[in-house]
């Protein structure tokens, strides 16, 4: 797949549109979509996206992304795109529908198709939508495809929900929305080692500042390295201050400073709380331990 973050002539493309931050269930049939179209018709695919959330430019805040930039990439590659576009939205945020439809996705790519999901918005004030694209298709010679909304029980997957149930701690149901499980990754850190005093070393990590931020409390997770549980949060039992990932691996004991690590979350088990003496968090970490 080849990353361009300017618009460059592309002709005759399947093209999918949208953030996709998460490439969740619903995110994932939009660009495959695309994906089949274009290689049930001899074409090349790619998604049209942007480096940052449109709220970045709109709200002078950016939410929380559900996965970091790359990862997005990632996972979009893994679906079998082509090409992946980053625009800047500020550049194109002027522009009404007509003028994006016509002045970028027709000019630069001259789409067979166009595929989105029923809620897709874009142009100046949000005047474009499915039905926009629906009545110009054949104007501009695509086909378009609007993707209905995925359901799980009855409740629409959507990022801004997913974000809800991760912030809540319901990771399993953010799971079967993303339909794999969240996760992070960085360098394994040194801590301060109290872990280990009390026979149980913890691999630590930044927690991403840009990461949609869980709980603080203990989780069942999934590493590199095996399985285990993660605390996330200050320690206020150690009087800690500043929110620190650490993850403690089953049968595992290995020295992993400075290597990468990745943390799956399967689910969370409690939150994190102040204990009267490290004795009683050693008792409470096997017994977290014990319930995976």
């Given at each position: ?237 150690i009087n800690g201050s500043t929110p620190v990932l650490e993850a403690h691996i089953k049968d595992f004991d290995k020295d992993i400073y400075e290597m990468p690590i990745k943390i799956e979350f399967n689910k969370m088990i409690r939150r994190e709380k102040k204990f009267p003496s490290l004795d009683d968090l050693k008792q409470q970490i096997q017994i977290d331990i014990n319930s995976i």
């Amino acid at each position: 797949m080849q990353i361009f973050t300017e618009l460059n002539k592309n002709p005759d493309l399947s093209l999918a549109l949208g953030f996709f931050d998460g490439v969740h269930l619903g995110h994932k049939a939009v660009i495959e979509n695309a994906v089949s179209f274009a290689h049930n018709n001899n074409c090349k695919s790619a998604v049209i996206t942007f480096k940052d959330h449109p709220c970045c430019f709109f709200y002078g805040k950016c939410p929380k992304y559900i996965l970091p930039r790359k990862e997005r990439e990632d996972k979009i590659k893994k679906l079998g795109v082509d090409f992946l576009y980053e625009l800047d939205f500020e550049s194109i945020s002027g522009l009404t529908a007509e003028e994006y439809l016509k002045d970028v996705l027709v000019k630069y790519f001259t789409p067979l198709a166009i595929t989105t999901g029923w809620n897709h918005n874009f142009g100046y004030q949000k005047s474009g939508n499915a039905k926009f694209l629906r009545d110009n298709s054949q104007k501009f010679g695509y086909e378009y495809f609007e993707l209905p909304p995925q359901k799980l029980n009855n409740e629409i997957v959507s990022s801004s929900a997913i974000r809800k149930y991760l912030s809540q701690g319901n990771i399993e149901k953010a799971n079967s929305m993303l339909g794999y499980k969240f996760y992070t990754s960085g360098t394994v850190i040194k801590g301060n080692q109290i872990g280990r005093t009390i026979g149980f070393k913890t691999a630590n990590i930044n927690y991403p500042e840009k990461l949609t931020e869980l709980p603080h409390g203990v989780y069942s997770v999934n590493t590199t390295y095996g399985k285990g549980i993660a605390n996330f949060g200050i320690r206020p039992t150690i009087n800690g201050s500043t929110p620190v990932l650490e993850a403690h691996i089953k049968d595992f004991d290995k020295d992993i400073y400075e290597m990468p690590i990745k943390i799956e979350f399967n689910k969370m088990i409690r939150r994190e709380k102040k204990f009267p003496s490290l004795d009683d968090l050693k008792q409470q970490i096997q017994i977290d331990i014990n319930s995976i």
